[in-house]
């Protein structure tokens, strides 16, 4: 898939609601999968939502529908400003499989490399395995666990930490 049958938005604040949309989709459907949670995150307002808008989020659009979102969180202190962590992945069930989430990475990964990023990196759940299967692919490794890092009904899960080195 060359990503022509989607757009990938990079959204701003006029924009939130699209980005609520589909965060919120991701944390209902996918809940043992994220750290915030549907509950939590369903009483925020408006101004609370822009405000996590103040990191680069991307949003995948197929027909103006949102289908997909990737954050990435740059690293503040000036010695660490060329990391980045990439949060929020969620991709409709429908269309994984179909190439999104390959041309999602890239997106987000020349984004980072346009602002200087060198490294990318991620916690994904240990319960996620077809997640971390795409990440191997895609050239990131696996560099530690977090053992219980997520707390979900009454279950720890793991997070997977994961790095990918950018090339320029």
Not at 99 to 105: E, K, P, Q, S, V
């Amino acid at each position: 898939m060359d990503g022509s049958c989607f757009t990938i938005r990079h959204i701003q604040a006029d924009e939130v609601d699209a980005f609520r949309r589909i965060r919120l989709e991701a944390l209902r459907l996918e809940p043992s999968f994220y750290a915030s949670s549907y509950e939590d995150c369903t009483t925020l307002s408006v101004e609370e939502w822009q405000q996590r808008l103040s990191d680069s989020v991307f949003v995948a659009f197929r027909d103006d529908e949102p289908v997909g979102i990737i954050g990435l969180h740059r690293q503040r202190a000036s010695k660490m400003a060329h990391r980045a962590t990439i949060s929020m992945v969620y991709i409709r069930k429908n269309l994984r499989g179909t190439g999104l989430a390959g041309y999602f990475l890239n997106t987000i990964a020349d984004f980072a490399r346009g602002i200087g990023i060198l490294q990318l990196e991620l916690s994904v759940s240990a319960e996620n395995e077809a997640a971390i299967r795409f990440y191997l692919r895609e050239g990131f490794l696996e560099v530690g666990r977090i053992p219980g890092g997520l707390l979900h009904e009454g279950r720890e899960i793991d997070d997977v930490l994961m790095v990918s080195r950018l090339i320029a």
